[in-house]
């Protein structure tokens, strides 16, 4: 068990572009869940996924953002159109269980200029 | 709709003093709460948890919360704070998370 990892760490991007981050769970978690953050904020919750089925979205995501998790293990994240408000740190978390909390990856720090 | 709210934005303590962290809550169904903490540069990393049972919970690093319903407040404390928790900390309500609170250790 290596943990939540994400690809890549650091993203920078000129506005306008498309992104995808990677997040791969703990293999054993059915629960997938993607937040940003913002320096001095707490994690915004953006979407939550159970096995392949994305069960939750954020009314605050536009549909500039896209989520998948195809075979109920890895996931991406798509941002189309990137903008200079789209910067932040991209966390995913996974869990087994709804009471168990979760684990945090390392995040992706995506950068727009 | 579930949120969480976290009074305090920023706390400072002396070395080896007590700290209480103030977490309220409100929630549709059966509260799931957690408490994380977050060092300069690191991942966001579970310190406790509560959704049934003993209203005293352990924690990780020789942190307690106590839920109360009563009061909708799920508060961290920690009898002798050290140098090496200053960090964030945020209170989560299942899926959502409060804004946070910075704990600034003094020597």
């Known amino acids: 068990d290596t943990g939540v990892s994400q690809d890549p760490r650091h993203k920078i991007t000129k506005r306008g572009q498309n992104v995808t981050f990677r997040c791969d769970p703990i293999?054993?978690?059915?629960?997938l869940y993607w937040y940003r953050q913002t320096l001095g904020q707490g994690p915004e919750f953006l979407t939550y996924?159970?096995?392949?089925?994305?069960?939750?979205k954020s009314r605050l995501l536009s549909d500039r953002f896209s989520a998948e998790r195809p075979k109920g293990s890895f996931s991406t994240l798509e941002i189309q159109r990137t903008e200079q408000g789209d910067s932040a740190m991209y966390l995913c978390?996974?869990?087994?269980?709804?009471?168990?909390?979760?684990?945090f990856g390392s995040g992706t720090r995506l950068t727009v200029v | 709709a579930q949120s969480v709210t976290q009074p305090d934005i920023h706390i400072t303590v002396s070395e080896g003093a007590s700290l209480e962290l103030r977490c309220n809550y409100s929630y549709g169904a059966t509260p799931y709460l957690f408490w994380y903490v977050q060092s300069p540069g690191q991942g966001l990393q579970l310190l406790l948890k509560?959704?049934?049972?003993?209203?005293l919970v352990q924690g990780i690093k020789g942190f307690e919360a106590e839920f109360k319903r009563s009061q909708s407040s799920f508060n961290l404390r920690k009898p002798s704070v050290h140098w090496s928790d200053a960090a964030e900390y945020f209170c989560a309500n299942d899926m959502r998370f409060g804004a946070g609170t910075r704990l600034t250790v003094k020597p």
């Open positions: 293999s054993e978690h059915n629960r």
């Open positions: 978390a996974s869990s087994g269980q709804q009471s168990y909390g979760y684990t």
């Open positions: 996924f159970q096995n392949e089925a994305q069960l939750e």
């Open positions: 509560y959704f049934s049972g003993d209203t």
